[in-house]
């Protein structure tokens, strides 16, 4: 295992979101799926009550999603490479067909027609800072998924393992990545509680992921470009 107990109340959980496709729908329904260049953190809560084995709108999920709004998230973009180069991260449009789907009056549309678009050849640091024996959860989740997880969607399966470990500092929890080259480097988007701090605000706070109602609050961020 890459993580540990240590003694402090809070920490840094670490994860590694590489694939050829992934898909973050920030503003995201009906006929046309579109993604965000980040990941979201309702995304990223998704798939850790996947690994927990949570059911949707049980008063479990309801619980580790309470928690999860005490987590402060940070996602970091992290350029895949091949050869030495970096590989260029492009939206990919799919036109998408289902047979059979059910209209509100309860009779069957011969087809339903979406556009959905997907990132291809992306890769992502994501930090989760929080307590430690809620980091220690989720990362003993991920080491062991009970269900399927993936990058947005299930299409979007992971090409590396998303558990990187718990750290006792964000320095820590940055080097298995980005190795020695400072966060500045890179693009970032950052949880923060003030205006102040950062004047963009995401619909992607989960607060129920029940099919029929799913619920979101707004959580506020600020994206910082890289120097690289």
């Known amino acids: 295992m890459s993580w540990w107990l240590m003694s402090t109340d809070q920490a840094w959980l670490s994860l590694r979101l590489e694939g050829p496709l992934q898909s973050w729908g920030v503003d995201s329904q009906y006929n ?8 979201t953190k309702s995304a990223v809560a ?3 009550c996947a690994a927990l084995g949570v059911d949707r709108g049980s008063e479990e999920e309801r619980q580790i999603l309470s928690k999860f709004t005490e987590l402060r ?15 260029d ?19 069957l ?3 339903h027609i979406t556009q959905r678009q997907y990132l291809t050849d992306a890769g992502y640091c994501v930090l989760l800072f929080g307590t430690v024996t809620f980091c220690h ?3 003993e989740a991920l080491s ?6 993936w990058l947005g969607r299930k299409t979007c399966i992971p090409s590396a393992p998303v558990l990187v470990g718990v750290f006792g500092s964000q320095e820590d929890a940055l080097r298995p990545i980005l190795g020695d080259l400072p966060l500045e480097w890179f693009t970032r988007q950052e949880e923060v509680e003030t205006f102040a701090e950062g ?8 607060l129920s992921f029940l099919s029929a109602n799913r619920e979101f609050a707004p959580r506020r961020v600020v994206t910082t470009p890289g120097k690289a």
Request: hydrophobic share 30%; glycine share 8%.
């Open 32 to 39: 046309r799926r579109s993604t965000g260049l980040m990941p």
């Open 46 to 48: 998704g798939m850790c």
């Open 73 to 87: 998230m940070t996602s970091i973009a992290v350029p895949r490479k091949v050869r030495d180069r970096d590989l």
């Open 89 to 107: 991260v492009r939206r990919l449009q799919d036109y998408h067909t289902i047979q059979g789907t059910r209209k509100a009056d309860g009779s």
């Open 109 to 111: 549309k011969d087809c």
């Open 137 to 139: 959860e989720l990362a």
């Open 144 to 149: 062991d998924p009970k269900w399927g997880i």
């Open 199 to 206: 004047r963009d605000s995401l619909p992607d706070q989960p």
